[in-house]
């Protein structure tokens, strides 16, 4: 029998690292809607890691991200990296996010890493993004509204490590 995948779920300010050798392993986050998603995948060395961000000072987090990731990844890493956001209405307070995580990343020249931003949504209002360990590859699903309603975390201004992560 096939075994199915592990899946992480990375809640807001959370984030998680994932490696084909510790198992095939799915990360998730849902309800990106004013918040920022960034993730990325070594297609070659089959690691992945998925963050959700929900204000402009939570990628302060990202150099200790990076080392962590950076310790579980060979030297010859190089991770191709996406941001994504939800609805078009969060312009503002999404961009400041995402100046801010560039600005981390160019003080990290040592971490080999490309950046694709993708656009914000006009006909829906949330996200979901999928980042397959296994398979090495993404997907991100649009959609209106999502039925589950989970209790949030307490504001931080902190990002913890999801539940399940390396």
């Known amino acids: 029998?096939?075994?199915?995948?592990r899946q992480i779920n990375v809640r807001q300010r959370e984030y998680a690292l994932a490696s084909a050798k510790s198992g095939a392993v799915r990360l998730v986050t849902r309800n990106i809607f004013t918040c920022t998603a960034w993730f990325g995948i070594d297609r070659h060395n089959g690691i992945a890691f998925l963050c959700h961000f929900d204000?402009?000072?939570?990628p302060a987090a990202v150099p200790q991200i990076v080392k962590e990731l950076m310790n579980i990844?060979?030297?010859?890493?190089?991770?191709?990296?996406?941001v994504v956001?939800?609805?078009?209405?969060a312009y503002l307070w999404a961009n400041r996010t995402r100046r801010?995580?560039?600005?981390?990343?160019?003080?990290?020249?040592?971490f080999k890493c490309t950046l694709?931003?993708?656009?914000?949504l006009f006909h829906?209002?949330?996200?979901?993004v999928v980042v397959s360990v296994a398979s090495r590859n993404w997907r991100r699903i649009d959609y209106c509204w999502e039925d589950k309603y989970k209790e949030a975390k307490p504001?931080?201004?902190g990002m913890s490590k999801a539940p399940g992560s390396l």
């Open 1 to 5: 029998m096939e075994q199915t995948p």
């Open 55 to 58: 204000a402009p000072w939570s």
């Open 73 to 82: 990844a060979p030297p010859d890493a190089r991770f191709e990296s996406h």
């Open 85 to 89: 956001n939800g609805t078009f209405f």
């Open 100 to 110: 801010r995580l560039k600005s981390e990343l160019g003080k990290l020249p040592e």
């Open 116 to 120: 694709k931003e993708h656009s914000f």
């Open 124 to 128: 829906r209002a949330l996200s979901l």
């Open 155 to 157: 504001i931080t201004k």
